[in-house]
């Protein structure tokens, strides 16, 4: 060990090392904030996903952060008195909860669908709604495209219709989000989408037995509004 003065090279060295690191990792961690939203430019019709017959919706999950819209119908409507009728076959259904398990069930879905998890789709859609999203995610892997989705926000997540067969429950939401979402082929540059964040407005319909102790809601509809 040298020194300067009786004071150690060594840990003056370590000292501006450390100094270079942690401005570094600031100059890293501050470019960017959570939800900017950048200049949109002309955008492009985003790319949409299977829109067949669905995701599932557990009310007894974690439910994602409350949208700044929820819109839960008057109990004395047409479509309240539905809703109602589900409360009466499973007393532990309830609009409000629903829409944040529908939330939830959005984002992860969207986010499986962009990275091919057959896995986690494979558990959160109905039989049909998974073969439909299987087929999509093989052509993309055969062309060498790759998805790029990134939802900012859910601003608004609405229900829009439900219907009672039976025992078996389906409700329609509307779901509007801040997303970016592009297709890039093998070279990298963009075929269909922007990476500017852009407003997409989705109805996705989900179905459920509501005489069985799964609480899980299946995406039986999806399509772009």
């Known amino acids: 060990m040298g020194g300067t003065g009786g004071f150690p090279i060594d840990l003056i060295l370590f000292g501006m090392i450390a100094a ?38 557990d009310g007894r999950a974690e439910p994602a952060p409350p949208p700044s819209q929820r819109a839960v119908p008057d109990p004395m409507s047409p479509l309240g008195l539905t809703l109602g009728e589900m409360k009466r076959l499973d007393r532990n259904f309830d609009p409000a909860g629903f829409l944040d398990g529908a939330a939830k069930a959005f984002g992860m879905i969207v986010t499986a669908f962009a990275a091919g998890d057959r896995v986690s ?13 299987e087929q999509a995610i093989t052509l993309r892997e055969s062309l060498g495209q790759v998805q790029v989705s990134e939802i900012r926000a859910i601003p608004s997540v609405t229900i829009e ?38 407003e997409i407005t989705d109805l996705w319909t989900f179905e459920r037995d509501l005489s069985q102790p799964d609480p899980a809601w299946r995406l039986v509809a999806a399509r772009s509004a």
Request: hydrophobic letters at 40%; glycine letters at 8%.
């Open 161 to 198: 219709a439900a219907e009672l067969r039976g025992k078996v429950g389906s409700v329609t939401v509307r779901i509007v989000s801040d997303q970016i979402s592009l297709t890039r082929d093998k070279a990298g540059a963009p075929l269909v989408g922007t990476d500017a964040v852009t």
């Open 20 to 57: 270079f690191l942690i401005l570094r990792l600031r100059s890293i961690l501050g470019r960017r904030t959570g939800y900017e939203r950048p200049p949109q430019p002309t955008q492009a019709q985003p790319q949409a996903m299977p829109r067949q017959a669905g995701p599932v919706i």
């Open 121 to 133: 789709l494979r558990r959160l859609l109905s039989d049909d709604t998974y073969q439909a999203f």
